[in-house]
């Protein structure tokens, strides 16, 4: 983990954290992944840094927006992405 990332001193011995080895970590406790959390996962290709985004006013259809929101939490991130997608392959087309 970088310093320069974090706003307040850790009380973490990151070093001893560093040194562990996969094999030494307790992963008792963490919940088992199912098949509901990968369906509400976000991919992202090329692994391309996040862009800072822009908050702005649009007008979206109502039923379009119910629809969205109805998916549950994540969902402005979800119309980023297809908007994205549809940018980036008009793009590839015009290129």
Known sequence: MKQSTMTKKSH?????????????????????????????????????PVLR?????????????DWYRKKGPGYQTRINALLRAYMEEHQRKSA
């Open 12 to 48: 973490t011995d990151w070093k001893r954290v560093d040194a562990l080895k996969d094999t030494e970590i307790d992963l008792s406790d963490t919940p088992e992944l199912t098949p509901k959390m990968f369906a509400r996962a976000i991919v992202r290709r090329r692994l391309k």
């Open 53 to 65: 985004k822009e908050q702005l006013t649009l007008r979206i259809d109502s039923d379009v927006l």
